[in-house]
């Protein structure tokens, strides 16, 4: 049975910093690559970043790089946003998602989703 179970959002204020976590089970993590998304009150979800299997190459949404940084540890089946200088636009539910291909943007691509983490930055 696959999960994906985020972890580390809360209320935070702006110019701080987070750290979301996405603890991975019945798949083959290591072969899988690992996303980021989000979805703000009022608005569809949108991609914010991608990393692939070995961790050897990551692509961010413009309006978060720089400020954030995905990293996944693969001993312990573990990907992670890294969120720094946050702004009240940032404010959203965040997701991680699994796809069994090469990195992505597109949200259509992936296969597995969490039930997604609050971020809350407030100003």
């Known amino acids: 049975q696959v999960q994906l179970v985020e972890s580390g959002g809360g209320l935070v204020q702006a110019g701080g910093s987070l750290r979301l976590s996405c603890a991975a089970s019945?798949?083959?993590?290591?072969?899988?690559?690992m996303g980021w998304f989000r979805q703000a009150p009022g608005k569809e979800r949108e991609f914010v970043a991608t990393?692939?299997?070995?961790?050897?190459?990551?692509y961010y949404a413009d309006s978060v790089k720089g400020r954030f940084t995905i990293s996944r540890d693969n001993a312990k089946n573990t990907v992670y946003l890294q969120m720094n200088s946050l702004k009240p636009e940032d404010t959203a539910v965040y997701y991680c998602?699994?796809?069994?291909?090469?990195?992505?943007?597109?949200?259509?691509?992936?296969?597995?989703w969490g039930q997604g983490t609050q971020v809350t930055v407030s100003s």
């Open positions: 998602a699994a796809r069994a291909g090469a990195y992505s943007s597109r949200q259509s691509q992936y296969n597995y």
């Open positions: 019945g798949f083959t993590f290591s072969l899988t690559s």
């Open positions: 990393i692939s299997s070995n961790g050897g190459t990551t």
